[in-house]
């Protein structure tokens, strides 16, 4: 049984999202502050973290990042729960670690989709590497077992999502993914039109990937269409004067 951690301080939130997990299957803990949350992130290690971001004592935002930064929880998948509607606070949010954002007041069916969406993301991983799926070309090799890249022979360490975004990139390797594309299959659920969620994954992808994020040469953005990952079909055939971000 997927054991859920909620952290939320709105005790009739927290009730309704705790009573509709368990009826759906899943093991509830509950926490109302953020000191309270992280420290019962590292005594449970669930699957999955309902997080809010407006917390007492440390904010959603912080407690993310510092579950981010300790090896036990940073691959936890966290779902960020919040009234905060505006695009910059999911930026925000996606920045600091999230995997996903459900604003309040949202549909029960809706938060059992997103959980399930990430419990079943993060469950496949591993699976990734199957015989019709490309898991390399030219400098690129996806390693799902560690959630690495080998990129220009440097390894690169990734997060679900961004090895998920990258994955299905490299699957259409030269062609143009559309943003609906994306979010179905990496996200898991149907397409809306906030793509904002799209836009902060590739930027951390380019980050680690390109030689200079700003101006991309291999993760395009086709205006109007969706992205598109561009490869050199060996190593060998990058620009000399090019330089790699070095390994993460």
């Known amino acids: 049984m997927p054991r859920i951690l909620v952290i939320d301080d709105d ?3 927290s009730e309704l999202v705790a009573v509709n997990l368990e009826m ?5 803990s509950r926490a109302t502050d953020g000191v309270k949350g992280q420290a019962l992130a590292l005594q449970l290690i669930p699957d999955l973290i309902m997080l809010d971001l407006m917390l007492p004592k440390v904010d959603g935002f912080t407690v993310c990042q510092r579950l981010r930064r300790d090896e036990r929880t940073a691959d936890i998948p966290v779902l960020m729960l919040t009234a905060l509607s505006q695009t910059q606070d999911k930026v925000e949010g996606f920045n600091a670690g999230a995997d996903d954002y459900l ?3 949202f549909e029960v ?3 059992l989709a997103r959980v399930r969406a990430l419990l079943r993301r993060t469950d ?3 699976q990734a590497a199957k015989h019709t799926e490309i898991l390399n070309f030219g400098p690129l090799t996806l390693v799902p077992e560690r959630l690495e890249a080998i990129w220009f022979d440097h390894t690169v360490k990734l997060t679900h999502l961004e090895f998920e975004l990258l994955h299905c990139l490299l ?3 030269g062609q143009t993914v559309s943003p609906s594309e994306i979010l179905k299959e990496v996200w898991g659920y149907d397409p809306d039109d906030d793509i904002e969620t799209i836009r902060v994954h590739v930027r951390h992808l380019r980050t680690k990937l390109e030689p200079d994020p700003r101006r991309p040469q291999y993760i395009k953005t086709v205006y109007g269409a969706g992205y598109c990952l ?3 079909t060996t190593a060998a055939t ?3 004067g090019d330089e790699v971000p070095s390994a993460n």
């Open 238 to 240: 990058a620009d000399e």
């Open 171 to 173: 699957q259409r390797h």
């Open 11 to 13: 005790i009739a939130i």
């Open 109 to 111: 069916e809706e938060m």
């Open 124 to 126: 496949r991983i591993p």
């Open 103 to 105: 604003t309040k007041p």
């Open 24 to 28: 759906a299957g899943y093991d509830v």
């Open 230 to 232: 561009e490869l050199p």
